[in-house]
């Protein structure tokens, strides 16, 4: 669906890997029906946005292999601008498999967006911009990134964008230990913060969603999510609880991209608080009952939950 007048414009950065999984949710070792799709947290947030009837855009670095041009085209044919995407000819494109029902594995190491750097960051236009989601996984992925992460937050600001951020550890990546203060001092810049309630608990002790935001008292929209009990969001001095929905899990990861592309679609409108957090709740149980990282099919939307 072609964005209309209202719409208003997300950019998203990050690492988007190729990811193969089984079609019917059979394990890797059995399984004889594969498909390769495109999987990363942020690419994956555009798509949801674009799927409400915003414009959306994602940048990163893909490497200039067939891998990076299917990555390209799926996350394209979401709806997602991809213009600015840069192909990289030294390193290759990040990949990893769903086994559904025990995990996922990565093979990312030395990928294209792990070489992200500063100056990708001061190449970046800020023009009609109205909000830039970014995500945690990126400063776990090198040196470069973590600097390339604080300078978009940094000159994000600057260009009066506000900036969405989710915590999303990956304990593959780096221990808690390592990435509390590095996740808790980027959390502190943001506008928007989105983050597991347990997650917290392993990266900074806190157990309730009170203890976060006491955490984070300076966070303007707190976004706490308590896995498929409910999801809390402190926007100033109110407090908004909305309920979990019932989902049949056939692959959990992905949901949780879902949930903040849903919230932040229904931000963009305008929406209220609640309505926010519902329309993140129904994308998240949309996408739990696929192998996929996005809603299969989706015919993009405009309005509140549905």
């Not at 840069?86 to 995990?103: C, E, I, M, Q, S």
Request: with cysteine; aromatic share 6%; glycine share 10%.
């Amino acid at each position: 669906m072609t964005p209309d007048a209202g719409s208003r414009t997300l950019l998203c950065i990050g690492e988007t890997m190729a990811m193969v999984t089984s079609r019917a949710g059979d394990p890797v070792e059995d399984a004889d029906d594969f498909r390769v799709e495109a999987g990363g947290a942020e690419s994956n947030v555009a798509g949801h946005v674009a799927a409400r009837g915003h414009r959306a855009r994602w940048f990163s670095r893909l490497g200039d292999d067939a891998l990076g041009r299917r990555v390209l085209r799926r996350v394209a044919e979401r709806g997602v601008d991809v213009s600015a995407v840069r192909f990289d000819a030294d390193h290759p494109t990040g990949l990893y498999v769903k086994d559904p029902g025990r995990g996922v594995v990565y093979y990312r190491r030395g990928s294209a967006a792990s070489f992200l750097d500063a100056a990708d960051a001061d190449a970046l236009s800020w023009e009609g911009v109205d909000l830039v989601h970014v995500s945690g996984i990126t400063a776990a992925l090198s040196a470069s990134c973590a600097r390339f992460l604080d300078r978009v937050m940094t000159r994000a600001r600057a260009a009066g964008v506000p900036v969405s951020f989710d915590v999303n550890h990956r304990p593959a990546l780096w221990s808690a230990a390592d990435a509390g203060p590095v996740l808790r001092a980027a959390a502190v810049q943001a506008d928007v913060v989105f983050v597991g309630r347990d997650e917290a608990e392993t990266l900074w002790g806190t157990g309730t969603a009170e203890e976060i935001r006491a955490l984070l008292p300076a966070v303007p929209e707190l976004v706490i999510k308590d896995a498929d009990v409910r999801a809390t969001a402190f926007v100033g001095a109110e407090r908004v609880d909305a309920p979990a929905l019932r989902a049949e899990v056939v692959e959990p990861v992905g949901a949780g991209d879902a949930f903040a592309g849903g919230y932040l679609a229904e931000r963009l409108s305008g929406s209220p608080v609640r309505a926010r957090l519902e329309a993140g709740h129904a994308r998240a149980a949309l996408v739990l009952r696929t192998t996929g990282d996005t809603v299969e099919d989706d015919a993009p939307t405009r309005g509140g939950a549905e």
